[in-house]
Nanobody, 115 residues
Framework: QVQLVESGGGLVQAGGSLRLSCAVS????????MGWYRQAPGKQRGLVAS???????YYADSVKGRFTISRDNAKPTVYLQMNNLKPEDTAVYYC?????????WGKGTLVTVSS
């Protein structure tokens, strides 16, 4: 049984920063890619950033240069550092982790950016 616990969401003013964390527990043997998705009200959930087990990263165009994804395989935890936040970044952010080729989701953490 794999569990993902997200933390770090909250309310921040435009231009501010937040750091999201997603801790993985349970049967964590063979963790593959890890990523963050987000879903704004009335919109579909979409990929924000991902990182492979080898450290290769991907970013959505809308967050390039502002967000940084990283992982600590020893813990294991995936992070999303979000800088220069904009009101359009307001969404529920979900952690997604592949463990032994099965994708697991966290329950989500709300990020609200005020203008």
């Amino acid at each position: 049984q794999v569990q993902l616990v997200e933390s770090g969401g909250g309310l921040v003013q435009a231009g501010g920063s937040l750091r999201l964390s997603c801790a993985v527990s349970g049967s964590t043997f063979s963790i593959g890619a890890m990523g963050w998705y987000r879903q704004a009200p009335g919109k579909q959930r979409g990929l924000v950033a991902s990182i492979t087990s080898g450290g290769a990263t991907y970013y959505a165009d809308s967050v390039k240069g502002r967000f940084t994804i990283s992982r600590d395989n020893a813990k294991p935890t995936v992070y999303l550092q979000m800088n220069n936040l904009k009101p359009e970044d307001t969404a529920v952010y979900y952690c997604n982790v592949n463990v032994t080729l099965v994708a697991y989701w966290g329950k989500g953490t709300l990020v609200t950016v005020s203008s």
